[in-house]
C-alpha cells in the first residue's frame, strides 16, 4: 500500500474508446479543461498508458486515490520496478502497465464501487484520475474520461436492470488515463501488445466462467474484462469488422441449435424408440435387444417388400393380363363352387391361390404393358436381388456392430462412478419420464451388479469345469436324440404316405412330434443350463444356439416334406402336359368337327376348363403362406393366453386363493427373449426361402412384424415382470445376425437349386416353357444386349476364368482376416498399456505426500529472495514520478513499444500471473516463488518477473 | 485471431442479460410478494428453498433439493437473486464443463465435508432408485464406484478423483 502514488502514476496507462467520448463529455463538464481531446474524439484511444501522473488536477487525483490504493496492493511488483529508474519510463511502462490494468480491473471495479455513487453524476471523472501526466504530456490524459463513459453507459443500463453490481465497470475504465498522440503511432509493437492484453482478458473472461465464484464476483470481473476488451478491440480497429463478427457468432450458435433439434428430429424419426427406451427402462437392455432386433428386421423387410412389390406385384397388377383371361388366371371349374369359402380362402385355395400372391398368376409374356416391362426378367433378378440385399444387408450390420461393439460390457474404468454421478438426465421435466428414468437407472445398476458378483464369483473350478462338460453332454444327448426321433418320424411318414388306413394320429405323427419336441426341450435346456452357471449373457447364447440346434430338425422335415412334395408334382406334370395338350387339340378337333368349319378359328376354350399340371411352385408357396400365418395366429395366441391370462388371473383370483399366487406358482410370466428371437430368426428364414413362390409373403411379413411390434411391447409392459437377473445384453446384437445369417444362408440353398436345376411348369408362372428359369437370362443377353456382351458373358462364366478369381477371394479372405488378428493383439496390448498407466497414476498420486515433502525441502533451500525485494520499491518513488515528467513523450513512446513488443513476446501473460504468483501458492510458503526467476514459477512466469526486476538496476 | 472469441464473450454477456430479464420474471413469479419487482435498489430478499424446488426444471429432479442448498451462500437453500441467476447459469447447457464439475460435487457432497465419502453415495444412489436396490447391492456399488475413482487411497472421492472421473464420463455434458 504504501506505494499508492507510484503504483497510481503507472496504472495510468489504461486505453480507453474514443466513441463516445463526445456525448460524454458534454455531462463531464468539470473536465472539459483537459480535454483537449476533442480531436481525439473520433480516434479510439488505444494508447495506453504513456502518461504518468498529472498532479495538476486535484479533483482528478483524490477520486484516484482510492483505486490506486487497491492498486498498489496488488501490484507490487510493478511499483518496485519503478524504482528502479524512470529514465526509462518506456520500458517499464509496458509490465506495469499490464499489470495496473489487471489490478484495475479487478480491484478499481470494487473499490470504486463507493467512488462511483458519487461521482455518478459525472460520470467522466474518473477517467480523469488515473491520467497523470508527464512534464509535457499532461494535458492529454483527459482521455480517460471516454473510457468511464462507456462503461458507464453500459453500467447504467444495467443497473436499471436491477443489477448494482455493474458499477464496477464504470471503474474498471475510470483507471484509465490517455494520452492521445500514441493514437497516431500506434505502432506494430503496440498492436502486438494489445492483442496480447485482449488475449489475457479473453482468458482472463474464458476462465471466470469456470470459476466457482458466487455470482457477484463473477459479474464484477466478468464486467470488467469484458470491457476491456471491448475498448480494445475498437482499438485495434477491428470493430470494423464487429457486426460481422457479430453476425458469425449468432450464426454460429444457431447453428448450433439447428444441429441439436435436428438431432432430436432425428431421434424422433426413429420409429418405436421411445416404445424401446420404455421397454428397456423397466426390463433391461436384454428385453429390448430383442425389439431392436424386431425394429431391424422390420426396416429390412420393408425394402425387400419395395423390391418384390414395386417391381414384381405392382406391375403385374397394372399392366399384366386381367384376371380370368388365361388358364394360369382362373380358378378351374371343379373348383369355383367352393373358391370363395372362408375356410378355403383361410387355406390359400381358391381365389387367393390364382391371385398375384403367388407365382402361378404370372404370365410368361416376355414384355408387358406398353413400357414393355420385362416382368420375367424382373421376377428373377428380385428373387435373387432379395437374397443378395439380405446377404449384404446382414454381414454389414453386424461389421458395422463389432466395430461399435467391442463387445460384452465392461465399458471402462469407472462403470459404477459413472452412472451414479452422470446417469440422471437434469433435463427431465415430465413426472413419466422421471419414473422411466428411475426405473432404467436401478436396471442399470442391476445389471452391472450382476456382472460384478459374476466378476467376483470364484469358486471351485474344477466343479464348474465338470459340471459345464456334464451339461453339455447331457444336452448333445438330448439333441442327438430329438434328431433321429425327427428322422425316424420322417421315415414312418414316407411309409405311411404310401398306405390310406392311417389313425389320426398315424396321419399327424410329425407334426404332433415336432411341437411335443418345440414344447419340451427349451425348458429342458434352460434346466440343464443351470448347471453351468454361465453369466446370463453368455448362458442366453447357448440357449439360443441349441434351440437353433433343436428347430433346425424342424427345418429340417419341413424340407424335406417339401421336396416330396415337389417331386411328386413333377412327375404328375409330365402326365398332365400330355394330356393337356392333347385335351386341347381334342377341343379344336372336335370344334371344327362339329360346326364343320375349317376356316374360321374356333374361339379359344374357356380359360376354367383347360386342364392344367399341378404347379408345384404355387403349391410350395401356398405352404410357406400356410405355414408362416399359422406361426403368426400360434404366436399370438400364446402371448394371449400364456402371458396376458396368466397375468389376469394371477392377478384377479389372488384376492381370492389360498396361496400367493404373485409370489408363488404360477406368478407372471417373463419375457422369453431366445424363443421370440429365435421365433423371430426362423421366421424370416421362411420368408427368404417363400418369397420366390409367393411374392405376397413379403407383405403379409410386414404387416406382420408391425402388427408384433406393438403387440408386443403391449404384453411385455402390461403382462411380464423383469427378469431375475437382470442382465445386459451384449452391444451389438451380432449374435442374432449370425443366427440369421446362417438361417439365411441354409434358406438360401433350396432356392437357388430350384432355380438351376428344377424345370418350372409348364403352364403356370413367369418361366413356363422354358427349360430352366434362368434360361430368362440368356434370352434377354441374346435378344436385348448387344452381341458382345454376349460373348463377354461366356468368357466370364468360363471356368478358366472363375477358378482363379475363387482362389483369388480366399487369399484376400486370409490376408484380411490375419490382418484383423493382429489388430485384435495390437489392441489387447493397448488396453494392457493403458490399465498400466492407469494403475500407475494411482500409485503415484498415493505416494503424493511424500514426493510433496521432498519438493518442499527443496524449496526451503533455495535462497529465499522474496525478502529483500520488497525494500527497494520505497525509495523508488520520488525518483519515479521525477523522472516520468522528464521523459519525452513521443521519444519514449518509440521506444516504449519496441521494447514493449519484446517484453509481449516474451512474457505472454505477465498481468494474470503475477497476482497468483504471489498468493501463496500450493507450493507452501518456504518456497515462496516470488521473486527467483530460478526454482518454482514456470517459464512465463519467471520471466515476467525477471523483467519486473530488470529495471530497477537502471 | 483472438477476435471471434472476443467477440463470443460480448454475445455471451447479451445472452446474460437478456435471461437475467427472463429469470427475475421467473423469480419473481416464484413468491411474487416477497420479491419486488424493481431491483435497482438491490433489495435483500431470499426465497426459501420450498418454494425453488418446485419449479418444473427441478420439480422430478431427485437431487433437487441438494442443487439449490449448494448453490445458497447460506446452506439451507434461501436463495437469493444472484444465487438464483448463479443456478441457473451453472445449469445452463451453455455453462462449461468445469463448472458443472465443481457444481455436481457440491451437490453430490450431502454432508459438505468437501469429500464425496461412502455415505454421500449410499444416498446419491438411493436417490437415484428410489431406495429399489437391497442394502448389500448398495454396499457394492458405492465399494465399486470408490474404488474406480478413487485415486489418492483415502476411501474417499476428492474433488480431484471426482474431476478426473468425470470429465472422461462420456455421458458428463454431452
Known sequence: MPRKRDVSSDDVGIEIDGDLSDSDDGATQRRTN?????????????????????EDEDEDDEEDEAPRGRRGANKKKPAKKRGGGDDDDSEDEAPKRKRGGAANKKKGGKAQDSDDEDSDAGKGKKGKKGGKKGGKDEEEDSKGKKGDSKGKDKGKDKDNDKKKKKKKDDSSSDSNSNSDEEEESMSEGEMARLMEEVEEKKKLIATIRNKPWRMKRRLTHLKEAQQFVDKFEGALGKGKGRKWYAYKVMMTKKWIKFQRDFENFRTACIPWERKIKEVESHFGSSVASYFIFLRWMYGMNLVLFGFTFGLVVIPEVLMGLPYGSIPRKTVPRAEQATAQDYSVLMDFNGYCKYSVLFYGFYNNQRTIGLLKFRLPLSYLMVGIGTFGYSLMVVIRTMAKNADVGGGDGDEGEFTFAWKMFTSWDYLI???????????????????????????????????????????????TCSLGGSGYLIYFVVKRSQEFASRDDLSWYEKNELEIIMSLLGLVCPPLFETIAELEDYHPRIALKWQLGRIFALFLGNLYTFLFALFDEVNTKLEEEESIKNASIWAMKEYYANYTRLLNDTESTPPPMDPSDVIRGPCWETAVGVEFVKLTVSDIQVSYLTILIGDFARAVIVRFLNYCWCWDLEAGFPSYGEFDISGNVLGLVFNQGMIWMGAFYAPGLVGINVLRLLSSMYYQCWAVMATNVPHERVFKASKSNNFYMGLLLLILFLSLLPVVYTIMTLPPSFDCGPFSGKPKMFDVIMETIELDLPAFLGTLFSYAANPGLIIPAVLLMVLAIYYLNSVSEAYQNSNMELKKKMQMARDEEKNRRNNTDSTNQVMKDLEDLLPNRSLAPPAPPEPEKGPEQEAKPTKMKPGSAGKGVNLQKDVALASPNPNVRGPVNRAPGPRGPGGMPGPGPGPGPGPGRGRGRGRGRGPPPR | MGNKQTIFTDEQLDAYQVRHLQLHGRYHELAPHLVPMDY?????????LALIVNMPELKENPFRNRIVESFSEDGMGNLSFNEFVDMFSVLSEMAPRELKAIYAFKIYDFNVDNYLCKEDLEKTLNKLTKEELTPEEVELVCQKAIEEADLDGDNKLSFADFENMITRAPDFLR
Open chain 2, 40 to 48: 435497482t435498489k438491490d433489495p435483500d430478499c431470499k426465497l426459501p
Open chain 1, 34 to 54: 483537459r480535454r483537449q481531446a476533442a480531436g481525439r474524439g473520433g480516434a479510439r484511444a488505444r494508447g495506453r498508458g504513456k502518461k504518468p501522473a498529472s
Open chain 1, 429 to 475: 421435466g415430465n413426472s413419466e419420464t422421471a419414473d422411466n428414468k428411475y426405473a432404467s437407472i436401478t436396471t442399470s445398476f442391476k445389471e452391472s451388479i450382476v456382472d460384478e458378483q459374476e466378476n467376483q464369483k470364484d469358486e471351485n473350478i474344477h466343479l464348474r469345469r465338470f459340471l459345464r462338460l456334464l451339461a453339455n453332454v447331457l444336452i
